[in-house]
């Protein structure tokens, strides 16, 4: 039968600050989308393509959904939609309406050219946006690099999205290889991957995850002790 390990008392939070500095200095991606299958969430991780654009960039926040579409012209001279009239499309105005504490996340295009790049970063950053995670690419990584500004994406490729794609939406629903990502959603990111933490199950999500994270401690204290994998997670049922 398994112990309950007591880790001490229960960890709260009253706001999205006090959450996201408990996961930055606790949590990681593999704990949370462990906890997500043991609810019966077996499909929140992003495919291993996204990537972090160097291996000990960390994320959360809530997302800033974005749509893209291909498109084969920069302004065509024929068409029905104002929208793909307009350099960019709406990416502009979704780039302005970051809020802080959100992660633009990207999705809809063919992956063959940059959804993010170095001005889009420094904007983001300025608003206090916490990264970016495209279903793509990105580019002008030394200039990403130095502004330090989490970025998640396929990996480094030049070719612009200016005459390739344009945003036809933002603040809507996504599915990225069948993950569901709604608007304030909680984005989580490391050098494992990305996951999605739905609005609707987070408080319990995080509480589990905040459990486990401290009970694995425990357990690793007690193999380095001598206890084999077997009799740990006999005890414990953490592995």
Known sequence: ??????????????SDKE????????LYTAVVGDIMDKMGYLHQFLPPEIRPLRDDMFLVGRA????????????????????M????????????????????????????????????????QKLGAQGAVVNGY????VGLLDLDFPTFSYGKYAQDQAPRGKVIDYRVPLEIEGVRIMPGDIIIG???????????????VFERAIEKARGEKVVQKAILEG????????????M
Request: aromatic fraction near 8%; hydrophobic fraction near 40%; glycine fraction near 8%.
């Open 1 to 14: 039968m398994n112990q309950v390990i007591d880790t001490g008392e229960k960890v709260t939070w009253a």
């Open 19 to 26: 959450l996201f500095a408990i996961v930055r200095a606790e």
């Open 64 to 83: 800033m959904t974005v749509l893209e579409a291909d498109c084969f012209e920069d302004l065509p001279a024929h068409g029905q939609n104002p929208i």
């Open 85 to 124: 009239q307009k350099p960019f499309g709406l990416m502009l105005e979704a780039l302005d309406d970051l809020k802080e504490d959100e992660i633009y996340i990207c999705t809809g295009a063919s992956p063959s050219y940059a959804l993010w790049g170095e001005l889009m970063g420094t904007r983001a």
């Open 138 to 141: 990105s580019r002008d990584t």
């Open 190 to 204: 490391d050098i494992d991957g990305v996951c999605v933490v739905p609005q609707a199950i987070e408080q319990e």
């Open 227 to 238: 206890m084999s994998a077997k009799d740990a997670f006999d005890k414990y049922g953490i």
